[in-house]
């Protein structure tokens, strides 16, 4: 909590803070329904839309599933995501580097056109900040830095690093895995490092990856290769590979040749030789989950709330069925008369996405795990589990309903 002094107060009914991917979604949810929205972030411009999705593609990426394509539809962001870069898949390739097991998935098995679209970081922004831009009940404040948040009668208040106070009935913290908002409504987050770290770059294949999602396991960590289809040319990917800090450190520092021999030799050439087309980044990898999601007046959604290895794609569809179901049960309040800020409607909104997060949580661990050593009954086992998964057509099915997203009651903005 911070003691500053009163300043001239501007009032909103939902104060966001972080312009993400997320907490832009969740501005225009609301912005969309006409709710007085400030959107606040620490970026100095908005995404030049122009330049977005042009040219060689950008190196963060996520894989969207259905569920997510139809909110992000909703919004009217889709049309122009597709119409810049969007990558489908409708078929899943996993296999165990130390074994023979295999699993393969496709949509036609899960009853879907896609399993889902590998779409780059920006292009989804930057098509929800267009959209913002028509919503007038939205204010986006940029090199907006929160430095208190303060407990009114009313709701809540955030104090700008310029000396600017913000108030609303709630504020919602959508401002990443280390949020600041999260840390001054003092919520603990349980934390574990999952003692891996994704090295991230972008390839050209010498075949073509065919709309196919791939991933091997291997002793070290998950190696993904993401589809990316550039101009037509599908002989791109979007390259995740989750390692140790010291295999990620030897990694980073090769040359791209030597790097993309690493690359094709890990991924048993299946796309022929790989040559690396951007820089190599490490990203350490931490998996925290909030003690609690909410406080009156208060509301954590996507990292903030939870962050989630990257071995399945997840982190963002999670955080986007955060802010659908926020936002479903904020409109809903407001439709019935209730305070935006009111505790049991908060913990409605809590009770919908816990324990669903933590599920995924406790999946992604418990691969993790299984997959990270090489003692020989474990390799043995997701041997076996592979292979009967993959001869198995209801466990498949059910397997990929959840990949697609097709988990519980979904909020009415995904159906």
């Known amino acids: 909590m911070t003691n500053t002094a009163k300043q001239p107060t501007t009032q909103y009914e939902v104060i966001v803070v972080g312009g993400g991917m997320v907490g ?21 411009a908005p995404l030049a839309a122009d330049d977005v999705g042009r040219g060689p593609p950008a190196m963060r990426v996520s894989a969207l ?21 969007v990558t489908p898949y409708r078929f899943m390739q996993v296999w165990d580097g130390e074994g023979s097991g295999e699993v393969n998935f496709s949509a036609e098995q899960a009853g879907v056109p896609m399993l889902g679209h590998i779409v780059e970081n920006d292009v989804i922004l930057a098509a929800l900040e267009r959209r913002l831009a028509e919503l007038p009940s939205v204010a986006m404040h940029l090199s907006a830095r929160v430095i208190g948040l303060d407990v009114e009668k009313a709701g809540r208040a955030v104090v700008l690093e310029d000396g600017r106070r913000l108030s609303a009935p709630l504020v919602v913290a959508a401002d990443g895995a280390r949020s600041p908002l999260r840390e001054l409504a003092g919520i603990n987050v349980k934390e574990r490092d999952t ?27 998950p190696l993904a290769f993401l589809p990316l289809t550039v101009e037509g040319d599908e002989r791109y990917c979007s390259i995740v590979w989750s390692t140790t800090p ?14 993309g021999r690493e690359l094709e030799a890990a991924f048993e050439a299946r796309l022929g030789a790989v040559e690396v087309v951007d820089r190599a980044l490490a990203v350490p990898l931490t998996q925290r989950h909030a003690e609690h999601y909410v406080q009156p007046g208060f509301a954590l959604v996507g990292d ?7 071995l399945a794609g997840q982190g963002v569809n999670l955080g986007l069925m955060d802010v659908a179901v926020l936002a479903e049960e904020l409109l ?7 305070g935006l800020g009111e505790p049991r409607m908060l913990e409605r909104y809590a009770r919908r996405r816990r324990g669903d997060n933590a599920a995924m949580l406790a999946l992604m661990d418990g691969f993790r795990l299984l997959f990270g050593t090489r003692h020989p009954l474990a390799t043995l086992t997701r041997n076996l589990g592979l292979a009967g998964v993959d001869r198995l057509a ?22």
């Open 24 to 44: 832009a979604a969740l501005a225009a949810l609301l912005g969309r329904a006409g709710v007085a929205v400030a959107l606040l972030d620490p970026r100095p």
């Open 65 to 85: 599933t259905p569920v997510s394509q139809r909110l992000l539809d909703g919004l009217e962001a889709w049309s122009w995501m597709a119409a810049r870069r």
């Open 195 to 221: 003692g891996h770290v994704a090295v991230v770059t972008t390839v050209r294949t010498e075949h073509g990856h065919g709309g196919v999602a791939r991933q091997v396991f291997l002793a070290t960590g």
């Open 246 to 259: 010291a295999e990620a450190e030897r990694l980073t520092a090769l040359v791209p040749a030597a790097l």
């Open 304 to 310: 903030a709330a939870h962050s989630i290895h990257p």
């Open 332 to 338: 809903e309040a407001r439709r019935r008369g209730i």
């Open 394 to 415: 209801p466990v498949k099915r059910l397997l990929m309903r959840q990949a697609v997203g097709e988990r519980g009651r979904l909020p009415a903005s995904c159906r």
